[in-house]
Each structure stands twice: as C-alpha cells, then as structure tokens.
Nanobody, 119 residues
Framework: QVQLVESGGELVQAGGSLRLSCTAS????????MAWFRQGPGKELEFVAA????????FYVDSVRGRFTISRDNVKNTVYLQMNSLKPEDTAVYYC????????????WGQGTQVTVSS
C-alpha cells in the first residue's frame, strides 16, 4: 500500500510559479507510473500530467502543456510538478496519484494540496 503526501500548494499571483512535491512511502516507488490530477471549485477531477516509471516519457493535458513540467526522483521517492505562468483557472486542489505499470487505474492517491491563483 503506497502512501502519498503532497506539499507545496499555496496562494500565488497570476503569472507566478509554484513547485508541488509528492513523496511516496513505498521503496518500490520506481515501479509506479505517477500523475497529478486537480479539482477546481465546482469542477470534476481533471488529469494534469503523468510520468512513466523511468521518467523517460511525460504526458500533459493541453491546458498546461508548455507551462507545467512533471519530473521524478526515484532515489527520493518523490514526484514534482513545476508550475509556471500560473493562471486563475489553475486554482484547484492538486492530487498526486500512483499506479503500478501493469495496471490501468490509479489506485493510490494523496490527500491533496490547495493551489490558489489570484488575478
């Protein structure tokens, strides 16, 4: 059972930057595909970005491509989301999620971290 703990969310002005971190408790972290999702006020949960176990491939939703960068450090059991040029519409609770490479569904989730972008 992987436990995920996110950090780094805060209030920031539009155009600013934040880096979110998600640290996993499982020493087999490198076997997991990691992703970030978000849920804005009154909105459904939305996929933001994902990274393969090796970090060789990354995937983004169109609305953040070019502004956000997902990365991972398998020694530190941590995945990051660097967010630049933030917009008010990026305001959301951001969740870290993990799935084993053989699975389709993300089975493990963190508690979320709030990102608020003021205009």
């Amino acid at each position: 059972q992987v436990q995920l703990v996110e950090s780094g969310g805060e209030l920031v002005q539009a155009g600013g930057s934040l880096r979110l971190s998600c640290t996993a408790s499982d020493s087999t972290f490198s076997r997991y595909v990691m992703a970030w999702f978000r849920q804005g006020p009154g909105k459904e949960l939305e996929f933001v970005a994902a990274i393969t176990w090796s970090g060789s491939s990354t995937f983004y939703v169109d609305s953040v491509r070019g502004r956000f960068t997902i990365s991972r450090d398998n020694v530190k059991n941590t995945v990051y989301l660097q967010m630049n040029s933030l917009k008010p519409e990026d305001t959301a609770v951001y969740y870290c999620a993990a799935r084993q490479v053989t699975e389709v569904k993300f089975d493990f989730w963190g508690q979320g971290t709030q990102v608020t972008v003021s205009s």
